[in-house]
């Protein structure tokens, strides 16, 4: 049989891991022939823009530099599948590319919306009595996904914001005149990455001296008590923000665009800039915003090497379970123990995940809503660890590229 593995929704620096995971594997199969890659996510397999990956990672060291190079290489697409039932005609098409390309075991890298085209793609495989298995294989930096117990994508995320934040700290402190910098990090309605730059404070650092998440609500006068406080014992005060934090609608101004993704998914980013403005009239102090933006998500210079090990581990584990019968499923890990870190991958129901949100537990947020306790550092810190040897040329990392022409 051949198989066919396709990249979906924001991009990390570990997606391409997990392609080198399922490439590798289904390597050692000897009923396994092709192993394709889909351009563009599903859209590939709907207008059947298959390559064959065989052709394109040839060596060892092309899967080395895969494993560093950020982003879907293989391209990446927001397509939401429409309801079988309502219109099956993008299903019909996906049927056809499976038949005439003899595939056998579909899978998709990919976050909360691509285990929805999991979940629907093999029901309606499995309704049309056509043996393809269709598998999950996870990712996302905001670490939402239900049943895992953590994402490929979010270690190395939450390696670069402690990082950036950490200079951050450095050098908003070199004047002597107060000062308020406020990051804003991505994550819309779970403030994972955002409190993960709670890990500062396992290297008795005292900054980030706030943390804001979506899921405690905030005003501006809270804020501003958060504020005046943190300023009566620091002169140079920071703070992070998830993205997806909301003031009244009293109190706020449209600062966010009111555009839409095909999930229904608000393009957010604003916030920052919000409270900057905010703190520059209620104070009139130095204050300035920055938005970490897309450098979130695609920073392989500074990932994780557990994340890395991780995602091309669970990318494998996928192709098992498919050679095993497994279909409908999404791979997940499940943590044993913080120390020695120990975690294990199994699968679990496409249904327990898709379309659903992790949201932070209730004991890893302060009693006032504007920190993070230690309690979450002893999750956070295990996905941090570990450096890569990054390969380099004239100077700077080297990455796996497919031609453009290709990806046209």
Not at 125 to 150: A, F, R, S, W, Y
Not at 162 to 180: F, H, W
Not at 340 to 362: C, G, M, S
Request: hydrophobic share 40%; glycine share 8%.
């Amino acid at each position: 049989m051949n198989i066919v593995v396709a990249q979906s929704g924001g991009p990390t620096c570990a997606i391409n891991a997990s392609l080198v995971g399922v490439f590798r594997e289904a390597m050692k199969v000897q009923t396994i022939d092709a192993v394709f890659g889909s351009i563009n996510g599903i859209e590939g397999v709907i207008n059947d823009r298959l390559i064959d990956l065989k052709t394109m990672i040839r060596t060892d060291c092309d899967m080395d530099l895969l494993r560093q190079t950020p982003s879907t290489v293989l391209g990446s697409c927001r397509y939401k599948l429409p309801d079988s039932k309502e219109d099956d005609s993008a299903y019909q098409k996906i049927i056809q590319c499976f038949v005439r390309r003899q595939i056998g075991a579909f899978f998709y890298i990919g976050g909360n919306d691509s285990m929805d085209t999991v979940m629907k793609l093999s029901a309606y495989v499995k309704e049309q009595g056509l043996d393809v298995k269709i598998i999950g294989i996870p990712k996302t930096i905001d670490n939402d996904l239900c049943v895992t117990d953590h994402t490929p994508g979010f270690g190395s995320a939450a390696k670069y914001v402690a990082t950036t934040m950490q200079e951050i700290i450095r050098d908003s402190s070199v004047y002597s005149v107060p000062s308020v910098t406020i990051v804003e990090i991505m994550g819309r309605h779970a403030g994972w990455l955002a409190a993960s730059s709670a890990v500062l404070h396992a290297n008795e650092q005292a900054a980030p001296h706030l943390i804001y998440v979506p899921e405690r609500p905030m005003t501006l006068e809270r804020f501003f008590e958060d504020l005046r406080c943190q300023m009566a014992k620091h002169k140079a005060v920071v703070v992070a923000v998830s993205e997806g934090v909301e003031v009244p609608e009293s109190q706020s101004q449209q600062y966010q665009s009111g555009v839409v993704d095909s999930f229904g998914h608000k393009y957010l980013s604003g916030i920052g800039k919000y409270l900057e403005q905010a703190v520059r009239e209620e104070f009139g102090c130095k204050v300035r915003s920055i938005e970490l933006n897309v450098m979130q998500r695609c920073s392989s210079h500074i990932s994780s090497e557990t994340d890395i090990h991780e995602a091309e581990e669970i990318g494998a584990a996928g192709v098992r379970c498919a050679l095993a019968g497994g279909t409908g499923q999404v791979m997940v890990f499940r943590r044993i123990r913080d120390v020695p870190y120990t975690v294990v991958i199994e699968p679990a129901d496409a249904k327990r995940i898709a379309n659903r949100e992790k949201f932070l537990p209730k004991s890893y947020i302060n009693e006032a809503g504007n920190n993070i306790t230690d309690e979450a550092l002893s999750y956070f810190l295990p996905l941090i660890r570990g450096e890569r040897n990054i390969i380099m040329k004239n100077g700077l990392p080297q990455h796996f590229l497919i031609r453009e022409d290709i990806l046209r």
